[in-house]
């Protein structure tokens, strides 16, 4: 299942130490990805709605709003929870090149401040304008991955069959 993925990143484990950091931000995007909602058959509501991780790419999205739009102004009070955050997440994603999501799965509810955080944001009707921008660009390009990768596995599923 993985052989896609090994197709792209190649011998990522004998690449040395500058090699992998330069390749963290697409390892971070796999590991955020993962573990996709792939389905080959029995295109039923009941299988597919399961397979779908709504809640984690919605808190997903709303803490890198907040990362990357939010963070850095002062009056956050949550800058050095966000810091450790992202160390736990990149850590994992920098040793196994993001493709063992079981890693990460614990580290994700320290991702809920954030997310809770933007909410009250827009719930005091602030930024809602970057948000509607940024959840609309989000949306998108989450789709469009997940659907590259799918057809990818789904490719490589084949060639194999």
């Known amino acids: 299942t993985q052989i896609p993925y090994y ?4 011998e990522y484990f004998t690449y040395p130490w500058w090699k992998k950091l330069l390749l963290l931000p697409f390892t971070s995007m796999v590991q955020f ?17 399961p397979r779908i991780a709504v809640g984690a790419y919605t808190v997903g ?3 890198l709003f907040y990362i990357f739009f939010l963070s850095w102004r ?3 009070n949550i800058s050095i929870w966000t810091i450790w955050t992202i160390f736990c997440f990149i850590v994992p994603a920098y040793i196994v090149a993001g ?11 320290l991702f809920v401040p954030m997310a809770i955080y933007v909410i009250a ?3 005091e009707k602030k930024y809602r304008k970057n948000f509607l921008i940024f959840a609309i660009c989000y949306a998108i390009i989450l789709i469009s ?13 084949q060639s194999v069959a």
Do not use: E, H
Request: aromatic share 12%.
């Open 7 to 10: 197709n792209i990143i190649g």
């Open 33 to 49: 990805a993962i573990p996709f909602p792939w389905l080959f058959n029995d295109f039923t509501l009941s299988n597919i709605f």
């Open 74 to 76: 002062r009056s956050t």
């Open 145 to 157: 991955a997940l659907c590259a990768c799918y057809n990818a596995q789904l490719q490589s599923l």
């Open 61 to 63: 999205g709303l803490a």
């Open 99 to 109: 493709s063992v999501s079981r890693y990460v799965a614990p580290l994700q509810p």
């Open 121 to 123: 944001l827009l719930k």
